[in-house]
């Protein structure tokens, strides 16, 4: 299995950005995919993810109202379009899969997911 994760860049301040993952193989069977965050000198953090059945989203505090998650399922594709962008959202951003059933408690643990991607980079200027 592996996650291709594009779209990152740079961008300024209030600006936006779509990152794309793309998943093969028994990626398929994922219950979620979603993405994570990894800023310098920082713990990977969770950011969001959607349940691939049925389209259930979950977002962390920070990034709730300005990131929107989303799945094109024929494509094994999800989406993170960022928006209002502020520079403590710089960060390398990783997607992940988990392929058994999680429960909602686990969602944002790292150790729960078993699949992921290289990593693209968002820098966000002042």
């Known amino acids: 299995v592996q996650l291709q994760a594009s779209g990152g860049g740079l961008v300024q301040a209030g600006g936006s950005l779509r990152l794309s993952c793309a998943a093969d193989?028994?990626?398929?069977?994922?219950?979620?995919m979603g993405w994570f965050r990894q800023a310098l000198g920082k713990e990977r953090e969770f950011v969001a993810v959607?349940?691939?059945?049925?389209?259930?989203?979950y977002y962390a505090d920070s990034v709730k109202g300005r990131f929107t998650i989303s799945r094109d399922n024929a494509k094994n594709t999800v989406y993170l379009q960022m928006n209002s962008l502020t520079p403590e959202d710089t960060a390398v951003y990783y997607c992940?899969?988990?392929?058994?059933?999680?429960?909602?408690?686990?969602?944002?643990?790292?150790?729960?997911?078993?699949?992921w991607g290289q990593g693209t980079l968002v820098t966000v200027s002042s």
């Open positions: 193989g028994r990626t398929l069977s994922s219950d979620v």
């Open positions: 992940a899969a988990r392929t058994r059933r999680i429960i909602v408690s686990a969602l944002r643990l790292r150790s729960s997911y078993d699949y």
């Open positions: 959607i349940r691939w059945n049925g389209g259930i989203t």
